[in-house]
């Protein structure tokens, strides 16, 4: 597999590595690295995370691709929102090995990521941190993690809230160190102070860069981004609808949306954010929703301030399709984002923030049969990631009982691969496992 055209310049992508999915009737939903680049973590629809760790000689087999099998699985007991791979993650070190989830109607809980062979099908959690919901006592569901480094504490979203847990303080009886209400108190609201959100926390993301604050943006189902600090105990630094602009009301300049060529209004459209995304600098944040045809970039310096957009994205699904970000070249400038589609095309943008308006992708390639569920990018720069695979109605035709609600079934292509970029933006060619 190739980007396009290889003779004009740009790079290529090139598999080395890929694992089908090891269940038939399941498929990947997402996958990241490990904060030391050796392995890789993917959830699945099966309610399972499954940890692969790359072969040393990944980009120096003399027979590519190679192909993958987990080293370690996971089962959890209900379905998974959000994994958090342990930000001090060491591939020599066993006792980093550690994943954080957040499961439905249960406790957050803390996995090895490889536990024992010989264990039970479903091994007890290393440690558990419940989140409940006080008048009812019901646990609350959480729909976006974070475990920024150090790795001391962690932040978990779920409806109408931001929790911050001591990672040290763990069972029955543990409370979050902090809760961060995204929308105003009715106190608040009566004195005229109402700033807020409502509506089911769906991503979060923390700034990093130098000289910047340390910003954790949260992003909601219901459209809304915010800015929190927490060096001021979670105080709500900015809040901003993004409802307006992803409908093209921002003006001419920042309507158009680009297909083959041509342009149309009525914006880039979504349906809840689903990621937010910071640069590598910490200047812009990246707006991810489901149903778009294109992902918001904004210059956070000046609040809620649109900078453009990058179009044609092709992810009008209600699947999560993640995105990734690296630094742009020296020659360049700005930064890139890498993005799968829900056709199987993988996307790049370049030089994403030097400029305002609509940004066209700069290069792209078939990557998959299905929709790319995630995208993610190794730090050397020179290898990324990528997992398919997504539900689909079958034709009347394929319906044998001629019953009313047509069932679903897996999109027969579910597969995990990895990819050496060469070319133009790509880094060195340095390998993941020796990064």
């Known amino acids: 597999m190739a980007s396009p055209d290889p003779a004009q310049g740009q790079p290529t992508a090139s598999l080395v590595a890929s694992a089908n999915h090891p269940d038939d009737d399941g498929f990947f939903k997402s996958a990241q690295w490990s904060a030391d680049g050796t392995t890789i973590f993917t959830s699945s629809s099966t309610n399972k995370i499954n940890s692969y760790i790359l072969p040393e000689d990944l980009l120096s087999s003399p027979s590519p691709p190679l192909s993958l099998s987990p080293q370690g699985t996971i089962h959890l007991p209900e379905p998974t929102h959000a994994i958090a791979p342990?930000?001090?993650?060491?591939?020599?070190?066993?006792?980093?090995?550690?994943?954080?989830?957040?499961?439905?109607?249960h406790p957050l809980q803390l996995h090895h990521a490889f536990p024992s062979s010989s264990s039970p099908t479903r091994e007890p959690p290393l440690a558990t941190y419940p989140l409940i919901h006080a008048p009812t006592e019901a646990y609350q569901t959480p729909t976006a993690l974070l475990w920024p480094l150090p790795g001391t504490h962690f932040l978990a979203g779920t409806r109408n809230l931001i929790a911050y847990f001591d990672a040290s303080r763990s069972g029955r009886d543990s409370e979050p160190v902090l809760r961060i209400p995204t929308i105003p108190s009715a106190r608040t609201n009566l004195k005229g102070g109402g700033v807020g959100m409502r509506g089911t926390v769906s991503a979060l993301s923390v700034q990093q860069g130098e000289g910047v604050?340390?910003?954790?943006?949260?992003?909601?189902?219901?459209?809304?981004?915010?800015?929190?600090?927490?060096?001021?105990?979670?105080?709500?630094?900015?809040?901003?609808?993004?409802?307006?602009?992803?409908?093209?009301?921002?003006?001419?300049?920042?309507?158009?949306?680009?297909?083959?060529?041509?342009?149309?209004?009525?914006?880039v459209g979504g349906q809840g954010i689903l990621q937010t995304i910071w640069s590598p600098c910490g200047r812009y944040l990246v707006v991810n929703e489901r149903r778009s045809t294109g992902m918001l970039v904004y210059d956070v310096r000046v609040t809620g301030r649109l900078l453009g957009w990058l179009a044609d994205r092709d992810g009008d699904t209600q699947?999560?399709?993640?995105?990734?970000?690296?630094?742009?070249?020296?020659?360049?400038?700005?930064?890139?984002?890498?993005?799968?589609?829900?056709?199987?095309?993988?996307?790049?943008?370049?030089?994403?923030?030097?400029?305002?308006?609509?940004?066209?992708?700069?290069?792209?390639?078939?990557?998959?049969?299905?929709?790319?569920?995630?995208?993610?990018?190794?730090?050397?720069?020179?290898?990324?990631?990528?997992?398919?695979?997504?539900?689909?109605?079958?034709?009347?035709?394929?319906?044998?009982?001629g019953g009313g609600v047509r069932p679903m079934t897996k999109i027969e292509e579910s597969e995990l691969k990895i990819w050496s970029i060469k070319g133009a933006s790509a880094g060195d060619d340095e390998d993941p496992a020796e990064a």
Not at 88 to 98: D, G, M
Not at 326 to 340: D, H, K, L, Q
Not at 350 to 378: D, I, P
Request: hydrophobic content about 35%; aromatic content about 10%.
């Open 86 to 105: 342990a930000p001090y993650f060491s591939l020599q070190n066993p006792y980093t090995h550690l994943i954080l989830t957040g499961a439905t109607d």
């Open 213 to 267: 604050a340390g910003l954790i943006a949260a992003g909601t189902w219901t459209r809304w981004v915010g800015l929190y600090d927490l060096l001021r105990a979670g105080e709500c630094a900015a809040n901003w609808s993004v409802k307006g602009a992803a409908a093209g009301d921002g003006g001419e300049d920042m309507n158009p949306d680009v297909i083959g060529g041509g342009r149309r209004r009525g914006g």
């Open 319 to 401: 699947q999560r399709l993640s995105c990734d970000v690296y630094p742009g070249s020296e020659g360049r400038g700005g930064f890139e984002v890498w993005a799968g589609t829900r056709e199987g095309t993988v996307k790049v943008w370049e030089g994403v923030g030097r400029k305002e308006g609509y940004l066209e992708r700069e290069w792209e390639w078939k990557g998959h049969g299905s929709a790319v569920g995630s995208a993610a990018m190794h730090s050397c720069g020179s290898v990324v990631a990528t997992c398919s695979g997504a539900w689909r109605l079958l034709d009347e035709e394929e319906v044998e009982d």
